[in-house]
């Protein structure tokens, strides 16, 4: 029986490490523990793109950054350096990264189909064109289609999980 | 089961082993060892694996224990021997036939039939023997010849000679032996170690089969491991437990786990005894009896990972490896959690992790790591600490010693329940062994100094890892402790530190936290509600009113609620505040601008502005005034308040005034809310910068308010040269009663302005105030019209002056509002004319002629030009010389005008005070104010054109700008026709046409408009003496002047003498005063020579002495040298220097000027007469 991934939370941080969305989805959780996780795993991610640096690695996903306690954190840095965290609940057992790839994969394409959205601009500030969370932060409150995107893939993968 | 080192035998002789030769070889084959650099390319791997240095035992053969075969246990394959060596010496060929041969026969027997071990003969000889055997023709084969053909069976060559002597004690006579050595040992190796994995791989194809067994299999693969990692292959040896873990977690998958014992059978020390060592319990021998249980098989699989890790180098992994292995195992554990001891789980991750710090550590002694690695491995153990930690945070909770919510509660596992923890109970009779848990269990103090301590220690590793902001949020956990240990100066200082390192990249969900949990410290701290608390405060309603703010604000209920109290403590606490303190681009308010047009406030003098006031608080805000500040040109600054006593939340407009409004556009430049000793402001102003980068300033713009108060500056209309200058200030109040207005003027250019002799001009003048600061008007009425010349100093260097004026002034209905006018103004201080003079004495009269140019490219309009004398007072009477006044003469830059005066004067008399006054203006001032007038005729005549009425003006002038073809036709007959203008269907174009209409007609340029005058001050030449010379031809030598008025009856001839006489009549008429008593002037006198056309005899040149009204006169013979119409010659007449007088150093000539009376005669010289006789042969006469 292969594993049941359990997505805990989900964040997205721009590249200047600004944070775009944090969704939590385990329930009676702090969320401020998962804030933490977001911010800290910056640390790990840019020890893990020096590292990548280095090597001159092009991949985009960062792998298992730590774990802690009862979540295993994996991060993923898009090409257009996004990053994308996520915390599963830990398991012990193995974790195919195939299958944490996959989730990663959804969630950057919720990312994209999301800020493709032209009317994003119309009220952004013309010296913060750049940043993905300037952008972001000016739609946040009207920011549902987003939001219910990775919440969608958060309940997938959960069902996905326990199907196969 | 510790490594085992590669096992080598010897035998040989036993005559020879006893003998001191053997223990010197054997001491120097010692010390060859370990090996070197030994390459292994095995059958079953693809890459050729390099062993650095492979430790070797020697032993003898006879000592190698035959029964050890017999275990059925899988040993390593190290543990027999690979390679058997037998060493021997003979020199002679027969010894070696007779004796050595047998030996060596037996001992080839013995060792040739064991399974999968080499051997090697070595021969040794002295260095001497192997010289002489080199020799060539050589009749007996040698030993070791002898040796190879009898032992080498296969291929493979198996004796080696060794060259050694103990004076030749040195590693290259060992080279040939110990490569042998190591080729024997690695052939050995590799056959054995294939047929072990071969038995691997068989039994792992078996695992489906009943009755295979998990546990014989891991002893079987973990022999592959260990012989690997006795060759000091750590890699491959780490890649077979991979394999046996994976293979192990297929297996837990499977659920095929009958033969392991329970999942956890706990000993007594089992929490506490360090993680990574594989001698605390007999794990071997629990594997080979069923009986280990997983939790003991997953600590011994671990352990033996991480000290191949460690051998490796690679601490990172090896620290992770644990850290991981401890939170997932942990979390298999808490299935069974009830049958274990309580905190079991907590008490087994916390040693077990410090154990793994301690003992990595420890390894770490012996590497040396470069800096990226060691700062990745002090991350990990620093994630290792701070996974000990977190089992402080359950125990603590579970104690009661901490409480239980964030950050405390963040390391509970997810299914945790505090009830369950409950330390009294107990399960049997185990309790954790944990010394220092079992002391900070019963000693809240112990737990708290264990938890800073092991936290400290976690953020000083992640501080060496730079790890950041792993540190921020231990820091963070350190002040939830000072909190609730009741240290709140610490927690504090601690809380309010954090937010600034969240802030930066809009981690506004943690600053809020961390800020809200700073205000709740003070609050509890019950500290005075201060500055810092006010910072801090402000701080967090930035952070609350951010997006994503809100998330993390758990501890207050209802945000509105709690929002409100600490707006009203806000207000409360500003209050105390001793000055005013400013906070700038605060995120809960804003102001911004509904339109950018203000409106005026026609009531009064002033602007209205509409704003929006947002206030993203869910609460009213206090608040006493809106404030919003414009920048004009020059940096003129305006600004517009407007009362309040709250901000709703949300959006509300606002009307803001501006009392003193001048028209314009301006630039946004600040905006400021404030409430008692609190200013919220607001930046708007854009730097260069920005501006490049297209971020452009909000414009606002102000309407002219044509019933304000308003000052306008004019040259006046007379300008007298020579006297102080003055220019005019107008103020018109428009709607406003005024009670004061004090007027500043200042120039940048430096002119100063002396208001103390100003002069008011006009009837119905209002009093005034002046002193050297300001102009002050007292009591004006409404729609009053007040002009005062103010006097300035010489600006006659500009011929533009710019001026700032400030007017202050209070009307009578707001007596509390003072209004401050600022305005620019430019006057042109230049005149527009330029004036050259030039003077022509005769006699008594004088001629003076004013030349008139523009200085511009302007056209200047001269309607008159007067040349004014008292002539009472200085004795001189002026007639102007043109009779018909040409109306008004227009000067262009092409055609100045001319204007010619006489004068007569008295001699003697004072002759001055004689001014030029010019009235003239500008041809653009002419055309406009003629524009202006038929624009309010057309609008007297027709009202609804009114709010037009610029417009009108504007258009035409702008016609006339364009096109310059009306010029000529007004210049001459006062028509203005305006080309170019297209005429609109509406009632603009209507009236536009009707302006034209008028402006089309013949129009007196004098008829309307203002004139100005300028009045310069001319003073009347004078010359010490006026000489008038004259050169008249006389009829003969002798006939005198005489006959001067006789008409001349004779005519000239070329070559002839003619008679002259030069007359020279002096006169002292234009003198200085001063000079009047002066009756004589030397003076010379010099007839030109015109070599061309005369020779003139006589004296040319003389002295004579030239006194008032008399005349001197000489006579000269000219000759005429060619006949024509000639121009008599020229008389130059000269004052020579005063005798005597000297001024600075240079003889005084008095000054003198002459005209020539005959300059323009005339006379007609005749060709030189005479008659000649020609006689002509008229031929013979034929007749006769």
Known sequence: MPPQLKLNAVAFVSPQNHPILIRTFAQGQDELKYHYIAHTSLDVIDERIAAALASKSTDCYLNLLYTMEDVAVYGYITPLKVKIIIALALTDSVVRDADVITIFRALHTAYRQAVANPFLKVNAPIDGYNDHATLLQAGNSKWRAFRKRVDDIGKAVGAVGSAT | ??????????????????????????????????????????????????????????????????????????????????????????????????????????????????????????????????????????????????????????????????????????????????????????????????????????????????????????????????????????????????????????????????????????????????????????????????????????????????????????????????????????????????????????????????????????????????????????????????????????????????????????????????????????????????????????????????????????????ASAGRRKFALKLHGSLAALDIHRGRLVNALQTYTSLPAHYSPHGWTSMEAYMLNRALSIHEAAEKPKDREWIHVLLHFLRAYVDDGGKDLLLSEEDCKAYVEKLVAALKEAAQTLDNDTPFPDHPALSVSLVEPHAKLAESRDGALLQVVVNNRLPCDVPAEEVRLQLTGRENSQITFTAKVSSIAPGRTELTLFCPSSAMGTYALANTQISMPRLLFQWRHSKTPKQIKAGNMPTLVYIPKDARALDVRLKQPPLIELGTMSRIRVLLSTGRNEVATASVKLSAPSGIKFQYEDTQLIGEDTPAIRTDAQALTFLDLKAGQTVVAAVPHSDASAYAYMRINITVDYVTTTEPDITRTLRLSRVVATGLPVEINVQDFFRGTRLFTAFTLSTKTHQHVRVRSAQLLSDSETTGVRVKSCVGQKPGIVTLTPQQPGRFLFQMDSEKGTAREGLKLKITYRMLREEVESLIEIAVSEVVSEQLPLEPHRQDLTDKLIQALETNASWVELYGVTGELAVPGVTLTEDEFGAGLRQVMEKLNRKRSPTSFGEWRDIVIPVDVPQIHILASARLQILENPFSAEVEKAEKRTRPLYAGQPISALLTIKTSFHWAPPEDTRVQSYNMRYDIEDLTQDWLVSGRKRGDFVAKDGETFSTPVTLIALHHGELALPKVGVNALPLPGEHRMRSSVVPSCETYEVHGAEKVLVLPRGGRSTFVVNMGTNTSM
């Open chain 2, 1 to 462: 089961m510790s490594a085992q080192r590669v096992t080598i035998t010897y035998s040989g002789p036993i005559v020879f082993l006893s003998t001191d030769h053997w223990k010197q070889i054997q001491n120097s084959l010692v010390s060859q060892l370990p090996l070197r650099n030994l390459h292994w390319k095995s059958t079953s791997r693809n890459a050729l694996r390099s062993i650095q240095e492979l430790d070797v035992k020697l032993v003898p053969f006879e000592m190698l224990r035959e029964d050890q075969a017999a275990s059925q246990i899988p040993q390593s394959v190290l543990e027999k021997p690979l390679l058997h060596l037998y060493i021997f010496t003979c020199e002679d060929s027969e010894v070696y036939r007779t004796t050595v041969r047998k030996q060596l026969k037996e001992w080839h027997a013995s060792v040739s039939t064991r399974k999968n071990q080499e051997w090697l003969i070595i021969h040794v000889v002295r260095p001497d023997q192997s010289v002489a055997q080199g020799r060539l023709f050589q009749m007996k084969t040698s030993v070791l010849d002898k040796v190879k053909a009898d032992f080498n069976l296969d291929k493979k060559d198996r004796c080696v000679q060794l060259v050694w002597s103990a004076e030749k004690d040195n590693p290259a006579v060992w080279a040939d032996t110990i490569s042998k050595i190591k080729e024997g040992v690695l052939s050995s190796f590799d056959a054995a170690l294939a047929q072990r994995e071969e038995e691997v791989k068989r039994s792992e194809g078996q695992r489906q089969m009943p009755g295979w067994n998990f546990c014989t299999f891991f002893i079987l693969k973990e022999s592959v491991a260990s012989s690997l990692e006795g060759m000091n292959l750590h890699e491959d040896a780490l890649q077979q437990y991979y394999e046996l873990e994976s293979i192990f977690f297929q297996v837990l998958r499977e659920k095929n786990l009958s033969w392991f014992g329970a999942l956890i059978t706990p000993m007594p020390t089992d929490d506490s005894s360090p993680l990574l060592s594989v001698t605390k319990k007999p794990y071997r021998d629990l594997i080979l009896a069923n009986t280990i249980s997983v939790f003991d098989f997953r600590v011994y699989l671990l352990a033996r990972q991480c000290i191949l890790l460690s051998k490796i180098g690679d601490m990172e992994e090896l620290c992770r490896k644990a850290a991981s292995f401890l939170s997932t195992f942990s979390r298999t554990l808490r299935d069974v959690e009830n049958t274990l001891p309580p905190f079991f789980i907590e008490s087994w991750i916390y040693s077990s992790a410090l154990s793994v710090v301690d003992q990595s550590d420890e390894w770490a002694k012996r590497l040396t790591l470069d800096k990226a690695a060691l700062s990745a491995f002090n991350a990990a153990k620093g994630e290792l600490l701070e996974l000990a930690r977190q089992q402080l945070d359950v125990l603590g909770i579970a104690t009661g010693f901490l409480p239980n919510k964030p950050p405390f509660s963040l390391a509970l596992p997810s299914t945790f329940d505090p009830a369950d923890k409950d330390p009294k109970t107990k399960r049997g009779s185990m309790t954790i062994t944990k010394t220092e848990l079992l002391s900070s269990m019963e000693d809240q103090d112990t737990l708290y100094e264990l938890y800073v301590n092991v936290t400290n220690r976690a953020i000083e590793l992640y």
